[in-house]
């Protein structure tokens, strides 16, 4: 067993920088006449602190002149006693404790002051303590101390003078915080605000600002931005905050910014960064009765239910909902086609026109100066009762309603056939009565033209398929060149809408592989079946063809499928 004197070791080195011995170095503290000179020994600071070590091999270094106030003793003895100390000259301590690398100090200091018997000056002097640390770097501690006070009470900073002389990485740390007590569009005004601090010759009003103006500020911000939740700020404040500051926005991000206000369940690839934890107060009982909820999906139970999640409920409420929801935008009445439409064409309109279709979809109340033209009086037409009734389809997948609808897509119709198809669907190939080998196909529909091919997916139910206006070749491995062919999904209870995907690189609109014991027939490499479909030898890619009309690139067996030939009606 090894036997430590460190006690001893400890005070003998203290007694030596008290009563030095051979020493080679002299530190000055202060200024005349209160300066204070210590005798030390350069072997000693060099193996006990980093920073010495690096200043006795710089050639510039003067050995007479050194002036930092510190602890010696924590260097020699490794002991020091605060005991005596205020907090201000403690915490002086620890800035230059951080400058000389004395890791072992500076966290046992942060960690002193960050006691709750201690804590209070801190608090006193948030300001410029919160400052310092950023400035100083690496001081962990404390800067985690001032962020958890910070996203409690964030007005202690950003209320503050010392705000705008904020380092970019503070507020970086500030803006990133999930629980930051403050909503998302006070916090852009904020952003906005330092970053006008560092540009000070931007004008006050951003109506007047130049294109280089917006490029200065956005510069200065492009580090900031990213931590700005817009996704999470309501239809009224993007419209009232952002818009004046459009030019700081990437186009797409603008848009998608726009497009999940009008259309919350379509897709976007933007980043969507979570809601900030925003503590709730507890909210009186509700004594009146809650109106009916403006929805045609949700019931006033799920709004119940997403009330309780809202507030960290553990059990849902049951009544007495102490939220409002207020219907802001329907997907079926409002903007999908100003997304889909006038977007594109952004550009041509002025911008306090666009700001104010906008205003309107999102906030219809809201008054606006542009003259709005009434709705146009679109008549109905009242179709006549029909007298001769639709013969039924030969088909045990499609309906007469999926039928008018492949005849338009046949004839390019904007519009649906709604009665009087212009084509007969005769029945050829059945799976379940002729066989689910794909070569049944070739040999039945062999130089068979304008043919309509429909599967229903196993498992999914999804009822998918291909229009083929060429002939089809029986013995043969090829591409062939057209222009009209199509594939589609057609819509069903899980499918709101029908899909159609049309040929985009004509060369390679069908392929035929017959041939061989592994037949195949292509729709480009868009819709490929293949062999026995009752495996899993098919699938759909988006290949040669305008998209994919699956949502995966899986491989599927059919429960049925049809080839119909399709003729005009005579």
């Known amino acids: 067993m090894t036997a430590k004197f460190y006690d001893r ?32 020994h350069s072997y000693i600071l060099q193996t006990r602190c980093s920073y010495f070590k690096k200043k006795f091999n710089e050639t510039s270094f003067n050995e007479n002149n050194v002036k930092y106030l510190m602890s010696l003793s924590s260097i020699y003895g490794g002991t020091i006693s605060l005991e005596k100390l205020e907090n201000s000259i403690i915490f002086d301590l620890l800035t230059s404790s951080h400058e000389l690398d004395l890791d072992e100090l500076v966290e046992y200091l942060q960690t002193h002051l ?17 400052q310092t640390c950023y400035q100083a770097k690496n001081l962990v501690i404390i800067q985690k101390f001032c962020n958890n006070i910070i996203a409690k009470h964030p007005n202690t900073i950003f209320k503050s003078e010392k705000f705008i002389s904020l380092p970019e990485d503070a ?66 404040k993007v419209l009232e905050k952002l818009w004046p500051y459009l030019q700081l926005f990437e186009p797409k991000l ?61 059990t849902t409420y049951t009544e007495n909902n102490p939220y409002e929801f207020k219907l802001l935008v329907r997907g079926s009445r409002d903007g999908e086609k100003v997304l889909e439409k006038l977007w594109p064409y952004l550009q041509l309109f002025e911008p306090k026109l666009w700001l104010e279709i906008n205003t309107k979809l999102l906030t219809p109340e809201k008054l606006i100066s542009s003259i709005i033209l009434p709705p146009r009086k679109i008549l109905s037409a009242t179709l006549p009762t029909r007298t001769t009734p639709i013969p039924s389809l030969p088909s045990a997948i499609i309906t007469n309603e999926h039928a008018l609808e492949l005849s338009s897509w046949i004839d390019r119709k904007e519009t649906t056939y709604t009665e009087n198809n212009p084509y007969e669907f005769k029945l050829l190939v059945r799976g379940s009565r002729d066989g689910f080998d794909l070569k049944t196909i070739y040999n039945i529909c062999d130089q068979v033209s304008n043919t309509v091919i429909v599967a229903k997916v196993e498992d999914t139910g999804e009822i998918i398929g291909g229009y083929n206006p060429l002939e089809i070749h029986n013995n043969e491995t090829k591409f062939y060149f057209s222009k009209d062919s199509f594939i589609f999904s057609l819509k069903t209870e899980n499918l709101k809408n ?59 067996s059919v429960e049925e499928f049809e080839v119909f030939k399709v003729s005009p009606k005579k």
């Open 254 to 314: 603008w848009l998608e910014i726009n497009t999940k206000l009008l259309t919350p369940e379509k897709q976007i690839s933007s980043t969507i960064l979570p809601p900030r934890k925003i503590l709730s107060a507890t909210l009186p009982t509700r004594t009146t009765p809650i109106p009916s909820l403006p929805s045609a999906i949700i019931t006033n139970e799920h709004a119940l239910e997403l009330s309780s999640w809202i507030d960290r409920k553990e």
């Open 9 to 40: 070791l400890s005070n003998d080195l203290i007694q030596l920088l008290q009563n030095p011995i051979d020493y080679n170095v002299t530190i000055e503290v202060g200024e005349a006449p209160d300066n204070q000179i210590f005798e030390v």
């Open 498 to 556: 029908s899909i159609i995907s049309r040929v985009t690189v004509f060369d390679f609109a069908i392929y035929y592989h017959s041939h061989t014991n592994n037949p195949y027939l292509q729709f480009g490499n868009a819709l490929n079946l293949g062999g026995d479909l009752k495996t899993k030898m098919s699938n759909c890619e988006s290949y040669f063809y305008e998209k994919s009309i699956r949502s995966n690139s899986n491989g599927f």
């Open 171 to 236: 507020l970086i740390s500030i803006i990133k915080l999930d629980d930051l007590q403050l909503d998302e569009d006070k916090i852009w005004d904020y952003v906005i605000q330092w970053g006008k601090s560092k540009n000070l010759t931007l004008p006050s009003n951003p109506d007047e600002w130049t294109s280089d103006d917006f490029i200065a500020l956005k510069t200065t911000l492009k580090n900031c931005l990213p931590h700005v939740r817009y996704f999470n700020m309501s239809s009224e």
């Open 114 to 130: 960050v006691n709750t018997n201690n804590a209070s000056w801190l608090k006193l002097n948030f300001a410029q303590v919160y």
